[in-house]
Structures are given as structure tokens and as C-alpha cells.
């Protein structure tokens, strides 16, 4: 009995101890993934110092030493003593018109202002998944709108009634300038893609043939020497008196190169879908481009948004190699205008390549998103 | 049964011509090539009728007169009297170098920048997510013109000079100088020890690799090889008498204002065109390449390196050994066309103005008018050296890839 004080059974349960402080909340966080072993607080404060040594001059040279307002360079220029001048957000101010619209006449600019409005507001319905009349909304992005806003930019004259003055395209410019080319050659190179696809898949071998000829020759050659291409040997292709204009000419060979790009995103989506389907539709009694229109292609196209949204982004970064032929993109517009002698200041050059680094980040970056999201949302049920 | 066997006695059912899917494959075809070959005359007589019009001979005798223009970095020896065809091979090499620099750059920095993505370390991989969208998103045409108007016109005028590593080198607006090695004679022999160096260890590594197949014991090739690699030829070199010297650029601080800075003709130069193109070329692929190599190391499944570790093998043989060489297998195709696309991308030296292919070629287009020609030159050889790269890149892939029954 008197061994019974040797045993205790504890009858509550003890009570609940709170995790230690090191090891939750923001300190425990900070110990493990920062400072979790000597190596490791190294690299986190080599992180640290460089990112410092990266934003500070940035956020100095961009907003703290900016200049946000004035009418000429005498606002930019550094002051005496001060070192360096910050960027001259001014100039980008004065210039903005030409940025986005290029040289287009003032009093017509409306037009390209309904056309940037039209596009908008057909490409959010169409990018939305949820979004409903998806046929029809596509039909009038694809087909309606680049006739409409080819009048809309290029004017329209109905035997001498001047409905819409016409407007030269050596007078385009800047973002507008970018986004046509952008989006013509995405939108021109979808059906020339999906044909050259489905002649690389083809049985007949001459139609693969010249697909796969066709393919592995754009994809092999750099795009400054297809525009130099399209701007210098084009014309030596067509017959006497026919002339095509700048932009048309570099229209062609943005579309016909991209198209080869095109046509390797969507063979990845044809080769996606299983055979069942193609035997399937055969087995109902469907012909070749009824199959392909009813049955492959929507499967197919769908699965490749990502790939296309990608191909796009591609060719929005490289619409900027326009320049090189001597046409103005916003890159070029932004370039050029480094020539004005108003604004012209040690910073200029600066200031205006942040903001075009700026604009054409955003837009890639949004587009990027956009394709993580259609990725994760078409690939429900995918992942292993 | 009789309607059975009279349907089987006679011929085969036969479908009217067409709908038959052989003839209408034929047809199919013989429109299209009628298609090109009329496609194909249109342009020829288009184009000959205004090369006429234009008195331009077509055909490549240009490619024998003399250009008398300069090329401020030419590989091969090149002077305002040689004619358009050297010209044309200055650029092309210049092209070729831009590009095995550029890749090897992009390989490193892209590797080192995808590791880091997958640090455990919050700051590190918040860094190398930065740089990767950052950079990628952004033209590369616009990189290039940063490096070259922004960051290399902000280093020190002619008569200043950065100068870092000893001193050794100095950084103006003139270019990147370094010392240049001066090979005087009995220095070929460091260049065989070199060859030999690494033909012995390719023997060792032969030689390792079937003791191991046969014995399961480990050879330490990599510092056999290093060894031999590094070691015979410092041992040629000294036992040759020390035939290499240092020829150090000069820099003249004084005397009248024109002659100051880096004296021409000593040291080794790299101008800052090259600077700007194989830097903004090698750290925009990178972006790229970092991605590549994450998704790869990713598709690595966890269970492997645990089963490595179950097996015994440390971090550093379970990294080499089990995740690297399956990680390859994803990473190498795409590796491949961004390496394709640095090769292309180089062309961008044209705007500027680094005597690449394209930017010579385009002097020589100005000056001659020979736009055919010259642009088959630049397709025929971008082709080749893709062609090139993707046939090395399969052959590694195949060497890499998966062994299945």
C-alpha cells in the first residue's frame, strides 16, 4: 500500500502548451525560410543587399528625383550641384498623344479611339470564360471588327463622298501602330496556322511536304531578316505598278511568320486529343471537314489558348523590330522623339525607355496571367 | 445465300472515283504543286522583268568587289580593300561568336537563376521570380538599346576608366580592356599538352566508367580530369620556358587631351557594342533558360530522392546522380529552341550597329542593291546554324533519353 504514492495517473489531460514562439508567426516564418542555418542567413542577406542595391537607385531615379511637371527640357535638366537629375516623367507627359497614336491627324483620332473602345470591349467578353455567346463573340472579333476598324484607321470614300478622310499609314504610330501589327498578324496567322497543321498531320506526303518546308523555314530565320525581307524583296515579287505600302508589306511577313509558330502551337493541341475522337466522328459518318470543324478543331483550339496567348506575347515583344525597316512602333515613336531639341536633357533617353519598358511589361505580364489562368482552368482533372 | 454468293463472285464493290480517298488525295495534290509551280512562275518573271527594269545583275560576282567600308571587330583579317564576300564572312563569324558567348552566358545565369527560384530561401526565390518576370516580359530589342544608350554611355569618357581585378582590367566608353596573351614561339607545345590533356582523361573516364560497370568502385575522374586538363599544360608551359606574355592595354593619363586614355593596339578590346548585345542577349535567354530548368527539376518526383537517400547516397551524389540526369531529359528540347533563339536573336546587332551578318549584310544590300541575294545568304545560314544546333542538341537528347525496353 505504501507503494501507492509511487504511481501518479494523471486523471486530466495536461494543459495545452502554446507552440513555441520560435517556431510560429512571423518570427518562426522568418527562421525557417530566412535564417534556418548560417549558409542560409548568407544568401538572405546577399538577397537583401542586392535587391536594395537594385530598388533604391530605382525608386530614387523614377519617382523621388522625377519631374512631374513642365512645359520644356529646362525642367529636366539637374539643377547645379545636385548630381543627377531623376527621370523627366514630364516629356513622357508632353508626348503621350504621339505614344499612342503616332502622327495620326488630331481631328480624327475619335476614330482610332472607337477602334481601341470596339476592341476592348469584344476581346474582355471573349477572354472571359464565363462569358456567354462565345460563337458570335469571336465571329465579330475575328471577322467583323478587323474590316470595321480597317475603314475605321484607313477611311473610307464611297465613289466622292468622303465618309471617312483617309489617313495615310506613314502617319500611324506608336501603340496603335504596335497593336495592329500585334494583333493582324495573331488573328491573320490563326487559319493560315490551323491549315498548315493539319497539312504537317496530313496522309497526302506532297501536302506534308510543303507544310513541313513551309514550317521549319520561318522557324529557322530570324524575324529582322523576314521584315527586311517583306520591305526589300516583296516588292521585287509583284508586277510593275503594283505597290503595296509599308505597313502592308510588314503586315505579310509578321503574319506569314508567325503563322509557322502558330501552326506548331496548334499541331501540339491536335495531337492532344485522343484517336477515339477522330474515329468517332468517322465512325458517324463525318467527313474530313466536318470532323475537323465539329469534333478535332474545337477540342483542339481550346486546349492550345495558353500556347496562343504565348505566341502572341512573342510577337507583341517583337513588333518592336519594325523599327529597324524604319516604321514607328511605340519603341520607335519613343526613339524618334528623342530628336526633339525641347525636351532634350541628360535623362530624356532614360525616361522614355522606362516608359515604354514599363507599358510593354504590362501588357506581357497581364497576358502571361492570362495564360496561367486559362492553363490551371483547362487542365481540371489533369494534374497528376 | 444465292445474293451472297453472287455479291462475292462478282468485283469487288467499287466507289464512284469521287469519293475515293486515294484519287482525291491525288488530286488534292497535283492542285497544289499547279498551285506553286504558277505561284513560283509569277515571282520569277515578276522579279526578273524588274531586276531589268532596274539594271540590277542578279548573280553573286559582287561577292568578288571590293567593299571599302570598315568593320570595327573583324575575327579574320579585314580591310576597306577586301571585297563583300570577306565582309560577309567578318559578320558572319562575329554572329557566331555573339552566339556561343550569349549561350554559354544564358546557360550559366539561367541555371544559376532556376536553382534559386526553388530556394528554400523566401528572399532568394522572391529575387530570382523577380528577374525571371521582369525580364522576360519586357523586348528584347529595348534590352539591348539599355545596355548600349543607358548603361554603357553612363561608364567614364575616354580619358577616365573604370579599372577592377588588380587592375588588370578598365571599363570606358571605348570598350572592356583586358591583357592579351602574346604566344611566342615553343607555346604550340602548351596547345598539344591542352589536346593531349583531354584526350588522356576521355580514356581515364572510358576507363572508370567499366571498372565501375565491372566492380561497382568509384573513380574520382572529375579531379583525374581537371588534373590532367589543367596540370600538363602549366607543366608545358613551364618546362617550355615560359613562352606566353601578358601584352597589358596601356592607359596614358597625361600629356595632350586627344592622346589620353587607352592607347589602340595594346591589350585586348572588347567593344561595347559586344558588350551590350552579348549581355542583354545572355541575361534575356536566361530568363527563359531559368524557367526550363525549374519546370525540369520539378518533374523530378520527390520519391526519387528520397529513394536515393534511402539508399544511402548524400545530397550532393543524390543531386548529380538522380535528379540531374532525369531532370536533362525534360530540360534539354526546350533548352535547344531558346539556344535556337539566342542564334537568332543576335540579329538584332543591327540596330546597333555591331557588324553582325545581318548588319553587314544590310551595308552591303545598301551599297550594292543585291536583295536577293543577300537574303538568301542570311536564311541560308541562320538555317544551317539551326539546323546545326538542333541536330547536335538530338543527338545529346538521344544520348540523354530514357532507355526503354
Not at chain 1, 488573328?187 to 507544310?211: C, D, F, N, T
Not at chain 2, 548529380?320 to 525534360?330: E, K, S, T
Request: contains cysteine; positive net charge.
Amino acid at each position: 500500500m505504501a507503494n501507492a504514492d509511487m504511481f501518479h495517473i494523471r486523471t486530466e489531460e495536461a494543459p495545452v502548451m502554446p507552440a513555441p514562439v520560435s517556431t510560429t508567426g512571423v518570427i518562426g516564418w522568418l527562421r525557417q525560410n530566412l535564417f534556418s542555418s548560417i549558409g542560409n542567413t548568407i544568401l538572405t542577406v546577399i538577397g537583401i543587399l542586392i535587391a536594395y542595391w537594385i530598388i533604391a537607385p530605382f525608386v530614387q531615379f523614377a519617382i523621388i528625383d522625377a519631374v512631374w511637371t513642365g512645359s520644356d527640357r529646362t525642367a529636366c535638366l539637374p539643377e547645379e550641384g545636385a548630381g543627377h537629375a531623376g527621370a523627366c516623367w514630364a516629356y513622357v507627359k508632353a508626348y503621350l498623344p504621339q505614344f499612342i497614336y503616332g502622327r495620326y491627324p488630331v481631328e480624327e483620332i475619335y476614330r482610332v479611339n472607337i477602334v481601341y473602345a470596339l476592341f476592348v470591349a469584344l476581346l474582355v467578353p471573349l477572354a472571359m470564360p464565363s462569358a456567354p455567346f462565345k460563337t458570335v463573340n469571336a465571329l465579330l472579333f475575328l471577322v467583323v471588327f478587323p474590316i470595321v476598324s480597317y475603314f475605321l484607321l484607313t477611311g473610307l470614300v464611297i465613289g466622292d463622298n468622303v465618309i471617312l478622310p483617309i489617313v495615310e499609314t506613314p502617319v500611324w504610330g506608336g501603340l496603335l501602330v504596335t497593336l495592329v501589327i500585334a494583333v493582324t498578324g495573331i488573328v491573320a496567322s490563326l487559319p493560315l496556322g490551323v491549315l498548315l497543321a493539319l497539312g504537317r498531320r496530313s496522309k497526302m506526303p506532297i501536302v506534308r511536304l510543303v507544310s513541313v518546308i513551309f514550317i521549319e523555314f520561318w522557324r529557322g530565320v530570324p524575324l529582322i531578316t523576314v521584315l527586311f525581307m517583306s520591305s526589300v524583296m516583296l516588292p521585287l515579287f509583284l508586277p510593275e505598278g503594283v505597290v503595296f505600302d509599308k505597313l502592308l508589306r510588314v503586315l505579310i511577313g509578321v503574319t506569314l511568320f508567325s503563322a509557322a509558330y502558330m501552326a506548331e502551337v496548334v499541331r501540339g493541341g491536335l495531337q492532344a486529343i485522343p484517336s477515339g475522337q477522330y474515329e468517332g466522328a468517322k465512325a458517324l459518318g463525318l467527313r474530313f471537314w466536318q470532323m475537323m470543324g465539329l469534333i478535332i478543331l474545337p477540342q483542339a483550339l481550346k486546349l492550345v489558348i495558353p500556347g496562343i496567348v504565348n505566341t502572341f506575347i512573342g510577337l507583341f515583344k517583337d513588333t518592336t523590330l519594325v523599327l529597324i525597316v524604319g516604321m514607328f512602333d511605340l519603341l520607335g515613336q519613343i526613339q524618334s522623339s528623342f530628336s526633339d531639341p525641347t525636351w532634350s536633357s541628360p535623362t530624356q533617353g532614360h525616361s522614355g525607355y522606362l516608359f515604354a519598358a514599363i507599358v510593354f511589361w504590362c501588357f506581357c505580364f497581364g497576358m502571361s496571367r492570362y495564360s496561367i489562368f486559362m492553363e490551371k482552368k483547362l487542365h481540371t482533372g489533369h494534374k497528376r | 445465300m444465292s445474293i451472297q454468293e453472287q455479291h462475292t463472285a462478282g468485283a469487288p464493290a467499287r466507289a464512284s472515283l469521287l469519293n475515293d480517298p486515294k484519287a482525291r488525295g491525288l488530286f488534292y495534290q497535283i492542285l497544289l504543286v499547279t498551285a506553286l509551280v504558277v505561284l513560283g512562275y509569277f515571282i520569277i518573271t515578276n522579279t526578273l522583268a524588274n531586276l531589268e527594269r532596274q539594271n540590277i545583275a542578279s548573280g553573286w560576282d559582287f561577292l568578288d568587289t571590293t567593299a571599302g567600308f570598315g568593320i570595327i571587330q573583324a575575327l579574320a583579317p579585314y580591310s576597306e580593300t577586301s571585297s563583300y564576300g570577306q565582309a560577309l564572312f567578318v559578320g558572319f563569324l562575329n554572329t557566331v561568336l555573339v552566339a556561343v558567348i550569349g549561350i554559354f552566358f544564358a546557360t550559366i545565369i539561367g541555371f544559376i537563376v532556376g536553382v534559386a527560384r526553388l530556394s528554400n530561401n523566401w528572399v532568394i526565390s522572391r529575387l530570382a521570380y523577380c528577374y525571371i518576370e521582369l525580364l522576360r516580359n519586357i523586348p528584347l530589342l529595348l534590352q539591348i538599346f539599355f545596355w548600349y544608350f543607358a548603361v554603357l554611355r553612363a561608364v567614364p569618357g575616354k580619358q577616365e576608366k573604370w579599372s577592377f581585378l588588380f587592375g588588370w582590367f578598365g571599363l570606358n566608353i571605348s570598350g572592356l580592356r583586358g591583357p592579351k596573351p602574346v604566344f611566342e614561339p615553343g607555346s604550340e607545345f602548351i596547345g598539344y599538352a591542352l589536346i593531349l590533356g583531354i584526350i588522356l582523361t576521355v580514356i581515364v573516364a572510358r576507363w572508370a566508367r567499366k571498372r565501375r560497370d565491372a566492380t561497382g568502385q568509384q573513380f574520382h575522374t572529375i579531379w583525374t580530369g581537371i588534373g590532367l586538363i589543367i596540370g600538363l599544360p602549366v607543366l608545358a608551359y613551364f618546362v617550355t620556358g615560359m613562352p606566353i606574355a601578358l601584352d597589358f592595354p596601356v592607359f596614358v593619363e597625361t600629356g595632350p587631351r586627344l592622346r589620353q586614355g587607352f592607347q589602340l593596339g595594346t591589350g585586348f578590346n572588347v567593344i561595347p557594342e559586344f558588350l551590350a548585345l552579348t549581355a542583354a542577349l545572355a541575361l534575356y535567354t536566361a530568363s527563359f533558360i531559368a524557367e526550363i530548368v525549374r519546370a525540369g527539376i520539378q518533374a523530378v518526383s520527390h520519391g526519387q530522392t528520397e529513394a536515393a537517400h534511402a539508399l544511402g547516397l548524400r545530397s550532393g551524389p543524390t543531386l548529380r546522380l538522380v535528379v540531374i540526369p532525369q531532370a536533362m531529359r525534360v530540360i534539354i528540347p526546350p533548352l535547344t529552341s531558346q539556344y535556337l533563339n539566342l542564334t537568332k536573336n543576335s540579329s538584332l546587332a543591327v540596330a546597333i550597329a555591331f557588324p553582325d551578318l545581318v548588319s553587314v549584310g544590310g551595308t552591303v544590300l545598301n551599297q550594292t542593291g543585291q536583295a536577293i541575294e543577300i537574303i538568301a545568304i542570311w536564311m541560308i545560314v541562320y538555317l544551317s546554324l539551326s539546323l546545326i544546333t538542333s541536330a547536335f542538341m538530338n543527338w545529346y537528347n538521344q544520348r540523354m533519353a530514357l532507355v526503354e525496353r
